[in-house]
C-alpha cells in the first residue's frame, strides 16, 4: 500500500511538471524534487522570521497593555484631592484581545491574504480555513502537551478562575459547533453576508461575557470563587538574570519590561509582565560602559521622548542585528556550541536587519511598532501563501494538508511560545491554558469570520451570490474529529484536576504520560483529516 499516496502526497518524480513559479522564470526548469525542497526550505525560514518578528510584536504590545491613566479623586472627610493611576486594560480582555489575537495573528493574515487573492470568485479558497482549524488542532493537543511537563518536576499548577475559564471554554467549542452548523446544516456548502456578520459579532459577545464573568456581575456570571488569584502575572520572587544581572536589585519603580540589547539576548520575551503593578512609564536602558566594550549595565530612564534619545535607540537595533558575538557566548567553554550560536546568529541576522526598521517600541507607548510589527508580520503570510502554493503545484500535496500540517505548525509558533512561558513561570495554569482556549475562540471569529466577510460582502453586492466552499465536507468532518478528540483532552485535563489537584505540571511520569495521549490525539486529528479531504474515506 502506498502509504504517502493516501494520505494526500504524489512522487515528485512521476508528478508532471509544474508551470508556475514564485519568483523567477528560471525555477521551471528544475526538476520537481529540488523545487519542492527549496520550497520547503523556504517555508522553514519564513517560519523563523515569524518567530523573530513576533518577539518584537510582543514587547510592543506589552508597552500598549501596560498604559495606565490618570484618577483624581476627592477624599470626602478631608477634601483632599487624590492622584491614582489604574490600567486601561483589563486582565481577561487582555488576555482574549491583545495576547491571543497577537500569538494568532500569523494565522489570521495567513487567511486574510488568502481571501483577498481569492476575491471576485464565487468559490472561497481553502488554505486560510485549513490553516485555522489545523491551528486549532495544534494549540489544543502539542501546546497542551508542551505546557504539561514544562513546570519543574513535582509542582502544581492549577486554573485559579475557573469562571472565566468556562466562559472562554464554552465560546472555544461554541464556534467549531457554529462552524459546522453553518456549513452543514443551516446553509450547506455556503457561506451567507448574515452568516460572516455573525460570525464576526460572537468575538463581541466573547467580550462581553468574559468581561462580566471577570467582574463577577451579581445574575450574570457563574456563581463560582476565584483562589490564589495573583496580583501579577509573574511573582515578585521570580528572579529574572540579564547578562548576568539580578533584576530584583533594580531600582523597584520600573517596570517589568526589559529593554536589553538584542546582541545579548535572544528573542525571549516576558510576554505575561503586562499585569505588573509598577510604573509604567519607566523602561530599562543598557548604557554601554565605553565605547569598545558591550553593554553591560542597566538603568532606569524615563520613556524615549525626544528625537536624539529614538534615533540612539533605532540606530542600537542596527547595530545588535550585525553583532554575532554576545557576552553569553563568549563564556561558552564548548567550541561547538560557540560555532553554534555564530552560526545561528548569520542565519538569523537578514531577519533582524529588516526587522529593525520597526521603530523602537517606546515611542507612542509602542503602538508604533506595534503596527510596523504586524504589517512585516502580513508580508511574511504572503510569502508564506506563494511558498505553499508552489508546494502543493511541484508535489501534488493537497493544499488542505499542507494547511493542516507545516502551516498550522509553523504559524501557531507564538502560541507555543507564549503559553510555554506562562505554564513556566506562572504560579498558576491560568495564563497557559486561556491563551489557547482564546487563540482557538480568536481563529474562528476572527481569522474565518473577516476572510468570509471581505469575500460574502464582494460577491453579495456584485454577483448576488454567497460564497461556496468547494471542499465543504472535509472541512466539516475536521471539525468533528477535533470536536470528538479536544473532547479528550478536556477529559484528561479534568481527570487531572480532580485526582492531581491541577492542570499542569505534577510528577514527571504522569506529566509525560499525559502529553504522550494529547500528541496520540493529535495524529489522529491530523491523520484522519488528511485521509478525508484527500477523498481516501
Request: aromatic share 12%.
Amino acid at each position: 500500500m502506498n502509504v504517502a499516496g493516501n494520505l494526500g502526497f504524489l512522487n515528485t518524480s512521476s508528478h508532471e511538471r509544474c508551470e508556475s513559479y514564485i519568483v523567477f522564470h528560471a525555477e521551471t526548469s528544475l526538476s520537481n524534487g529540488i523545487r519542492a525542497f527549496l520550497y520547503f526550505v523556504a517555508l522553514a525560514y519564513c517560519f523563523i522570521g515569524l518567530s523573530s518578528i513576533t518577539a518584537r510584536f510582543f514587547k510592543s504590545m506589552e508597552n500598549i497593555v501596560k498604559h495606565t491613566r490618570q484618577i483624581v479623586e476627592i477624599d470626602p472627610s478631608t477634601g483632599t484631592e487624590l492622584i491614582k493611576y489604574e490600567k486601561v486594560w483589563n486582565y481577561t480582555i487582555a488576555d482574549i484581545t491583545l495576547l491571543a489575537f497577537g500569538t494568532s495573528f500569523p494565522q489570521i493574515s495567513l487567511a486574510i491574504i488568502d481571501s483577498i487573492q481569492n476575491i471576485g470568485q464565487l468559490n472561497a479558497g481553502g488554505l486560510g480555513p485549513g490553516t485555522l482549524v489545523g491551528s486549532a488542532a495544534f494549540d489544543l493537543f502539542p501546546i497542551h502537551a508542551v505546557c504539561v511537563v514544562v513546570p519543574k518536576a513535582g509542582t502544581l499548577k492549577k486554573i485559579s478562575d475557573i469562571g472565566v475559564w468556562l466562559v472562554e471554554l464554552f465560546w472555544s467549542f461554541w464556534a467549531y459547533v457554529w462552524l459546522y452548523i453553518i456549513l452543514e446544516v443551516w446553509t450547506p456548502t455556503m457561506i451567507t453576508l448574515s452568516e460572516a456578520v455573525l460570525t464576526v459579532l460572537q468575538f463581541g459577545l466573547l467580550l462581553v461575557h468574559a468581561y462580566v464573568q471577570d467582574k463577577q456581575w451579581p445574575y450574570l456570571s457563574i456563581p463560582l470563587g476565584r483562589s490564589d488569584r495573583p496580583e501579577e502575572w509573574v511573582p515578585e520572587n521570580e528572579t529574572l538574570f540579564i547578562n548576568g544581572h539580578d533584576t530584583r536589585e533594580s531600582n523597584d519603580n520600573c517596570c517589568e519590561i526589559l529593554q536589553v540589547s538584542e546582541g545579548q539576548q535572544s528573542n525571549v520575551v516576558d510576554i505575561f509582565s503586562i499585569h505588573s503593578s509598577k510604573d509604567t512609564d519607566l523602561v530599562y536602558k543598557i548604557i554601554p560602559d565605553n565605547d569598545t566594550e558591550e553593554p553591560s549595565e542597566l538603568y532606569c530612564n524615563k520613556m524615549v521622548d525626544n528625537k536624539r534619545d529614538v534615533l540612539s535607540v533605532w540606530m542600537q537595533q542596527f547595530l545588535d542585528a550585525l553583532r554575532l558575538e554576545s557576552t553569553e557566548s563568549k563564556k561558552m567553554v564548548s567550541f561547538y556550541l560557540w560555532i553554534g550560536r555564530v552560526l545561528w546568529k548569520l542565519i538569523l541576522m537578514p531577519w533582524r536587519l529588516l526587522f529593525a526598521f520597526v521603530p523602537p517600541y517606546q515611542i507612542a507607548h509602542g503602538w508604533i511598532a506595534f503596527i510596523g510589527s504586524l504589517s512585516f508580520i502580513s508580508g511574511i503570510a504572503y510569502v508564506v501563501t506563494k511558498l505553499t502554493e508552489g508546494i502543493s503545484c511541484v508535489t501534488g500535496i493537497n493544499p488542505y494538508v499542507i494547511a493542516f500540517t507545516a502551516l498550522a505548525s509553523g504559524t501557531s509558533w507564538p502560541d507555543l511560545v507564549a503559553s510555554k512561558i506562562a505554564a513556566e513561570r506562572q504560579i498558576t495554569a491560568d495564563s497557559a491554558i486561556a491563551n489557547i482556549i482564546c487563540s482557538n475562540s480568536v481563529n474562528i471569529y476572527i481569522g474565518i469570520g473577516i476572510p468570509w466577510l471581505i469575500d460574502t460582502t464582494y460577491n453579495f453586492f456584485v454577483y448576488q451570490e454567497p460564497l461556496y466552499i468547494q471542499n465543504a465536507g472535509g472541512l466539516s468532518f475536521s471539525l468533528l474529529v477535533f470536536f470528538t478528540t479536544s473532547a479528550g483532552c478536556i477529559a484528561v485535563l479534568l481527570l487531572r484536576r480532580i485526582t492531581l489537584g491541577a492542570e499542569l505540571g505534577g510528577p514527571k511520569l504522569w506529566a509525560w504520560l499525559t502529553a504522550t495521549y494529547l500528541m496520540f490525539l493529535w495524529l489522529v486529528f491530523v491523520v484522519l483529516s488528511s485521509l478525508k479531504v484527500s477523498g481516501k474515506i
